[in-house]
């Protein structure tokens, strides 16, 4: 095989071999055009485990092991969330670094995402009904299959990792294998069906549906063994727990219901929200029951006393997912209606981290890698987000999260001002429309409002006077998209029909340059005798109308 030569044309090549050649920027082999490489960032959790299972020896309890520095060459140090140094801190395991947005070409919002159980592939199930494998290691396409005829709205993995089912929006359940074949598929009910959940044996399974029951089904037989009827609207989320056969689950007229899962009786109700009862979520101590509901609050019960344990606000808009850590006990991660992730542990009311604008509108759903370090979210702006661990050294802050000081932006925008400014969102000003006339702008804005543009450009006077050039209360809004002019000295009485002479007067355009007696040129009497600074004069009035007659 010959190298790389610089024409195109000078290749040669068969069937067998072929030849590289460059045709400008483009790289072509046997007469193909090669794809471009593309540096794709990647999460290898191998090396971390292989340091735990090296050190796990001598680095079995947590007093045992230094904790990492805050600097990158702790970085060889760091060990999956298993590791007891790690387990005994839930911090150490929240995902706010990005990681890597993963688009199907077919742009359709994402309902559904599960890991595999060995966690080397990530199936996402769309509302166009298929299944969508991410590779888990560099995030990239590896296939797609058509495996519903509409939308996929539940994908559940079976606890013996051997089968995962699947619901869609017209009531279909289908059994699948883990390589994607199709076994089975029943109408299970007559609507959509919200979600599913497997008993602790994997012998039963249960369903959801916004025909208002819940049915217990025989996985191996596909048989409908009990239906629960007891709420009085949508049954949107439900939960196997466990270790007891105890369903909970929570519909659309706000209420919380716990279900004996051999008896199909309602065993007690819990009224907590005041809305719509999006997820719930056993905890796998099997005593906290986590609920997010459409009221903005995530709530905590303690299935011993059948009360509420905890409160959560954070959340700005609904709540729509949930999802527990599969390591850390009081560790869990929630989405809201906005495209808002917040990071909770079960104690403190506040949450420990957020990613305010992690996407563009709802998460749909969240799913945890199972080791723990790499969190993934669905949203209903077409994307799938991955989401990993901060590395020792690291900073907090990135493209979706901003952990710095007020103050310290506003220094560093001051200390560059070339650099295009923006408000927060939190500020006065709305991203999108423009700023309010009492936002004071930095870098290379004015203080006071923007500067306007049109005919009343030079109306507002010279550059010295208080209003500024453009200060015109018909020009006191300008939006984002790019930074105010800074205009040059002289650009407003340029507008205005003046000229600059090199001795620095402004001279009306077109008016001739008189000869001294040394032959210099000598401009005419300056209409700004004392300097640019000078107000205009007023206009001249206009001619009298000619007599009539």
């Not at 020896?57 to 590791?83: F, I, R």
């Not at 907590?272 to 609050?297: C, E, F, P, V």
């Not at 303690?302 to 709540?319: A, P, S, Y």
């Not at 560790?331 to 009311?349: H, K, M, T």
């Amino acid at each position: 095989m010959s190298g790389y030569s610089n024409y195109a044309g000078s290749m040669g090549g068969g069937g067998g071999g072929g030849s590289y050649g460059r045709g400008g920027n483009k790289e072509v082999f046997d007469g193909k055009q090669l794809r471009r490489a593309v540096q794709r960032r990647t999460v290898d959790y191998n090396s971390s485990a292989m340091r735990w299972f090296l050190d796990r020896t001598w680095k079995n309890e947590v007093g045992e092991a230094p904790m990492p520095q805050p600097v990158y060459e702790a970085s060889l140090d760091l060990v999956p969330p298993a590791a007891p140094i790690m387990k005994a801190n839930p911090v150490t395991s929240v995902c706010t670094k990005f990681v890597h947005s993963s688009v199907n070409k077919p742009r359709c919002p994402i309902n559904a995402c599960r890991w595999t159980p060995e966690g080397k592939r990530l199936i996402t199930g769309a509302s166009t009904g298929e299944f969508t494998l991410w590779n888990g290691l560099a995030f990239n396409f590896e296939t797609i299959l058509q495996a519903h005829d509409s939308a996929v709205r539940s994908m559940i993995w079976s606890h013996n990792e051997y089968w995962m089912i699947t619901g869609d929006h017209q009531g279909l359940i289908k059994y699948w294998q883990s390589n994607m074949n199709n076994l089975k598929a029943f109408q299970a009910h007559e609507e959509s069906i919200r979600d599913i959940s497997f008993a602790i044996s994997d012998l039963k399974f249960a369903s959801c549906s916004d025909d208002g029951v819940i049915k217990v089904w025989d996985f191996e037989r596909v048989e409908e063994e009990r239906t629960l009827k007891g709420h009085g609207w949508d049954v949107r989320c439900i939960d196997w727990h466990p270790i007891l056969p105890i369903i909970a689950s929570g519909s659309k007229d706000s209420l919380i219901k716990i279900w004996d899962a051999k008896s199909g009786k309602n065993l007690t109700t819990l009224h907590g929200h005041k809305n719509t009862i999006a997820k719930i979520k056993w905890n796998m101590n099997g005593n906290w029951l986590l609920t997010g509901s459409r009221d903005q609050l995530v709530k905590v019960f303690d299935i011993r006393t059948m009360k509420e344990f905890q409160t959560l606000r954070g959340h700005k808009r609904e709540v729509t997912s949930m999802q527990w850590h599969p390591v850390h006990e009081d560790l869990f991660v929630s989405g809201a209606w906005d495209g808002a992730i917040c990071y909770w542990v079960i104690g403190q009311d506040q949450p420990i981290a957020s990613v305010t604008t992690a996407h563009q509108s709802s998460v749909w759903d969240l799913d945890w890698h199972p080791l723990g370090h790499i969190l993934v979210s669905a949203s209903n702006d077409h994307t799938t987000k991955f989401w990993t661990r901060n590395r020792p050294g690291d900073t907090m802050s990135d493209r979706y999260i901003n952990t710095e000081g007020k103050e310290e932006d506003a220094a560093s925008t001051m200390s560059q001002p070339s650099q295009r400014s923006r408000p927060s969102r939190d500020s006065d000003g709305v991203a999108g429309r423009g700023f309010r006339s009492n936002q004071t702008y930095q870098g290379n804005h004015r203080q006071g409002p923007p500067q306007g543009r049109g005919p009343s450009y030079h109306q507002g006077g010279p550059p010295s006077s208080p209003r500024g050039i453009g200060a015109h209360p018909g020009n006191s809004s300008r939006g984002m998209g790019r930074p105010a002019p800074q205009m040059p000295p002289g650009a407003g009485h340029a507008r205005a029909g003046l000229s600059q002479h090199p001795s620095g007067s402004y001279v009306p355009h077109g008016q001739p340059y008189n000869r001294n007696e040394n032959g210099s040129m000598q401009p005419p009497p300056s209409v700004f005798p004392n300097g640019p600074n000078q107000q205009m004069p007023p206009p001249p009035p206009p001619p009298p109308p000619p007599p009539s007659g």
